[in-house]
Each structure stands twice: as structure tokens, then as C-alpha cells.
């Protein structure tokens, strides 16, 4: 099975700190993925890889970038955290650039700004 | 894009069928139609993909008409553990690129005992 893990489960963060979620996955794949997910909106693409040091704005990426240095391990920086980033973050890996291609999620890392 | 639409929750109990359907009227010639399961605090979970007619897994079946305008998501006999949000997603990762690629509010199912 394909296991993506995030560094944290929770995590509160002051207003203007510099905030750094950590992504993993074990399975070689060569997509990953950010997410955050608010009551509503549904899922919301920040940034993905598509290799390493490869990198694509998705549809919000304002006020975040993200490091891929290493194939399996994907970086989202918050560079000045403010409390309109509360939110739960999700990261996700995937196999193939293929139109059939699934992704993995981890468990989420619900971030909250004070 | 393809917008897609489903009904905002729904509610059954156990044993029952749950069929969720999903309308995606503007879907386009290399579209495929993924589902997606979510339970509270985790991420999402790939249940079933399907391109046209019926594909069925060891979770579900996904019924697709010749038209491709919509797609419905059968999950039979169903326990308190399928308890969840389902997403409807349709796309062309492969020339529309994962930002076309939407998870939408999705169909939060709840079954009762």
C-alpha cells in the first residue's frame, strides 16, 4: 500500500511565523501534491510537483510555496502565516500524468493560526 | 472544465443500497470519472474509476450511460463505516492538468444504524 505521511496531525502557529508542513511518500511516485480543504469549499489545489525541483502554481498558491528537493518528500512554506490560513492541509502523490491517474492522501495537517 | 454536481448529502441506513449520482453535463471526449471517499480526519481515498458503461470493484460499481452526462456511484448494503464524504471528480489529467482537476463540496452520506 501507498503510505504518504505528514509531519504533524495539528499544528498552531502565531501570526507572521514562518511555517513549514513536511510531506513523505514511499512509492516512487512522481506527482505530489498540496491541498487545503475549508468547510464548503471542498479541496483546493495550492501546488504540485511533477519532479523533482519541478514545481506548478495550482489554483490559491498565494502566500505559499513549497521545496521539492527529493523525490519522495514535498515541502509546503508558509512564508508569514496570517489566520486566513487556518485550515486543514492536505498533501497527496500519484503514479502516473496520465488522464486515469489517482492520488493518495495523507492524513492532514490541521494548521491554526492565532 | 467540467463542472460537476451532486446532491449536497444524503442519508440511509444499514443494509441498504446507496446509489449518489453526479452530473457532469460538459464532459469532454478523453474525460474519465474518478470517486473519491473521505472519512472524518483523513485525507481522501480513490474508490472507483470508470470511462463508460459499469465498473465494479470489490467497494462499489459505477454505472455510466452512453451519454457520459452523468455517473452514479452504487454502494451496496451499506454499514455505519461508509459513513463519509464522496467526491465526484471528471477530468483529462493528461491535457487538462491536475488544476482542472476539481474536489468539489462532495456528498456527505450518513448511515443509520
Known amino acids: 500500500d501507498v503510505k504518504v505521511t505528514q509531519s504533524s496531525r495539528y499544528l498552531v502557529k502565531r501570526t507572521g511565523e514562518k511555517v513549514f508542513l513536511e510531506c513523505v511518500q514511499d512509492?516512487?511516485?512522481?506527482?505530489m501534491f498540496w491541498y487545503r480543504q475549508d468547510p464548503g469549499l471542498g479541496l483546493r489545489l495550492i501546488y504540485f510537483?511533477?519532479?523533482?525541483?519541478?514545481?506548478e502554481k495550482g489554483d490559491i498558491p498565494e502566500g505559499y510555496s513549497v521545496s521539492r528537493e527529493k523525490k519522495e518528500r514535498f515541502s509546503l512554506i508558509l512564508e508569514s502565516a496570517s489566520t486566513n490560513q487556518t485550515s486543514m492541509y492536505l498533501c497527496?502523490?500519484?503514479?502516473?500524468?496520465?488522464?486515469?491517474?489517482?492520488?493518495?492522501f495523507g492524513p492532514g495537517t490541521r494548521l491554526t493560526v492565532l | 472544465l467540467a463542472k460537476t454536481t451532486q446532491p449536497i448529502s444524503m442519508d440511509s441506513y444499514e443494509g441498504q443500497e446507496v446509489n449518489i449520482t453526479c452530473s457532469h453535463n460538459?464532459?469532454?471526449?478523453?474525460?474519465?470519472i474518478t470517486w473519491y471517499q473521505q472519512f472524518p480526519s483523513q485525507g481522501p481515498r480513490f474508490i472507483i474509476q470508470?470511462?463508460?458503461t459499469k465498473v465494479t470493484n470489490e467497494v462499489a460499481s459505477l454505472f455510466i450511460p452512453a451519454d457520459r452526462k452523468s455517473s452514479t456511484l452504487s454502494l451496496p448494503r451499506v454499514s455505519l463505516s461508509d459513513t463519509a464524504v464522496y467526491y465526484c471528480?471528471?477530468?483529462?489529467?493528461?491535457?487538462?492538468?491536475?488544476?482542472?482537476?476539481?474536489f468539489g463540496a462532495g456528498t456527505r452520506l450518513a448511515v443509520h444504524p
Open positions: 512509492m516512487d511516485h512522481e506527482n
Open positions: 470508470g470511462y463508460k
Open positions: 497527496a502523490s500519484s503514479l502516473r500524468g496520465d488522464n486515469t491517474d489517482t492520488q493518495y
Open positions: 471528480l471528471v477530468g483529462d489529467l493528461f491535457s487538462g492538468g491536475y488544476n482542472k482537476l476539481i
Open positions: 510537483s511533477y519532479d523533482v525541483k519541478m514545481k
Open positions: 460538459n464532459i469532454a471526449t478523453n474525460d474519465y
